[in-house]
C-alpha cells in the first residue's frame, strides 16, 4: 500500500505570494491532518478534515486554508506569505478506526523570502 | 495549551546503552503515542497506550504511562546507532491531538 505523498517536497516562495501544498493519503484513509513545523515553535497542529469537512482547526490565522477533495486528497493554501510561514508543513493521514494513528508523508519545505 | 513537555530535550548516548526519555501533559487523554521523526522527515508512529494501560511493549521499545502523575516514558533498550532520531510524544484528547516538543536522541557509535 503507498504510503502519504505529499507534492511539492520543496518550494521556495516571496513575501506576499500565496502557494498551494498537496497531500495524497493513504488509500482507505478518510482524515487527513496538516501540521507545520518550525525549530522554534515545534509541530503545530493547523487542521483536519474529514469526508470533506474540517472536523478541527488549530491556532492559526485566516491565511491557512484546507480542503478536501470526494477522493481524500487534501490541499492547504497559505495566502500572503509572511517570512514566518518558512516552515515544514507535514500532512498525516489517519484511519480514524484505529485509535486517530498518524501516519506521515516526508513533508513540504516551505521557503518564504 | 495543552501541549506536552519531553524531557530531556537532547541525550547522547553510547551504542548499546539504554536511552529513557518524558512525556508530561496537562488534562485527560485518551491515548499517548509515540512517533520518530529523521532529520527534517515525517513522523514515524511507534507505539500507542491508551489511558487505562500503565504498559506497553513493541521489540526494543517500553512505553509507561502514569495518569496520576500525567507522565509517560519510552525506553529504548540496546540502543542503536539507527535510533539517532528526534523522538515526540504526542496525546490524543479526543478532539485534539498535541505533540510535544520532542528529545534529541543521538546514539554514538
Known amino acids: 500500500k503507498a504510503g502519504v505523498t505529499q507534492t511539492p517536497r520543496y518550494l521556495i516562495k516571496t513575501r506576499g505570494q500565496q502557494v498551494t501544498l498537496s497531500c495524497s493519503p493513504i488509500?482507505?484513509?478518510?482524515?487527513v491532518s496538516w501540521y507545520q513545523q518550525t525549530p522554534g515553535q515545534g509541530l503545530q497542529f493547523l487542521f483536519e478534515?474529514?469526508?470533506?469537512?474540517?472536523?478541527n482547526k488549530g491556532n492559526f490565522p485566516g491565511r491557512f486554508s484546507g480542503r478536501q477533495f470526494s477522493n481524500s486528497r487534501s490541499e492547504m493554501n497559505v495566502s500572503t506569505l509572511e517570512l514566518g510561514d518558512s516552515a515544514l508543513y507535514l500532512c498525516?493521514?489517519?484511519?480514524?478506526?484505529?485509535?486517530?494513528?498518524?501516519?506521515f508523508g516526508a513533508g513540504t519545505r516551505l521557503s518564504v523570502l | 495549551s495543552q501541549q506536552g513537555e519531553e524531557d530531556p530535550q537532547a541525550l547522547s548516548i553510547q551504542e548499546g546503552e539504554n536511552a529513557t526519555m518524558n512525556c508530561s501533559y496537562k488534562?485527560?487523554?485518551?491515548?499517548l503515542q509515540w512517533y520518530r521523526q529523521n532529520s527534517g522527515r515525517g513522523l514515524v508512529h511507534l507505539i500507542l497506550?491508551?489511558?487505562?494501560?500503565r504498559e506497553k511493549h513493541s521489540g526494543r521499545l517500553r512505553v509507561t504511562l502514569d495518569t496520576s502523575k500525567k507522565s509517560s516514558s519510552l525506553l529504548i533498550t540496546a540502543s542503536r546507532a539507527a535510533d539517532t532520531a528526534s523522538y515526540f510524544c504526542?496525546?490524543?484528547?479526543?478532539?485534539?491531538?498535541?505533540f510535544g516538543p520532542g528529545t534529541r536522541l543521538s546514539v554514538l557509535p
Open positions: 498525516a493521514s489517519s484511519l480514524v478506526r484505529e485509535a486517530n494513528i498518524q501516519y
Open positions: 488534562t485527560s487523554i485518551n491515548n
Open positions: 478534515y474529514f469526508s470533506e469537512t474540517q472536523r
Open positions: 504526542a496525546t490524543d484528547y479526543g478532539q485534539n491531538f498535541v
Open positions: 497506550i491508551r489511558s487505562n494501560e
Open positions: 488509500s482507505g484513509h478518510r482524515s
